[in-house]
């Protein structure tokens, strides 16, 4: 079932991460998460439209990291799944405190 959720563009890196964690903890994985904007009364406001889908508590991806991917992206993401066994949840133009930023985020089961 899809789980459609909107951020505030204005959320810093870890802001959003800890959003998107405690929508994981509530059985929703995230799918993707990508800049926009909404308009409510004539204002316009930047936001993170993020997807979910629902998942198992067992399948809860409890451990979430998003960074900022510069231009050794391929590097960051081998890095993470290969070595560190992470999963890539996405790789995508996100707002970071109003600012249109790269980020990666990954997820894996912790304790």
Known sequence: MAHPVQFDGNL????TRDAVLAEHLKGFQLDSIKFGTVKDDGDVFLVNNAEFHTVSSNKVLNNLLF???????????????????????????IYVENHVTRVMGFGKKGT
């Open 12 to 15: 810093k890196l870890d802001e």
């Open 67 to 93: 960074v900022e991917a510069g231009d050794d992206a391929a590097e960051v993401k081998k890095k993470k799944v290969d070595d560190e066994k992470w999963t890539c949840l996405f790789d995508s133009d």
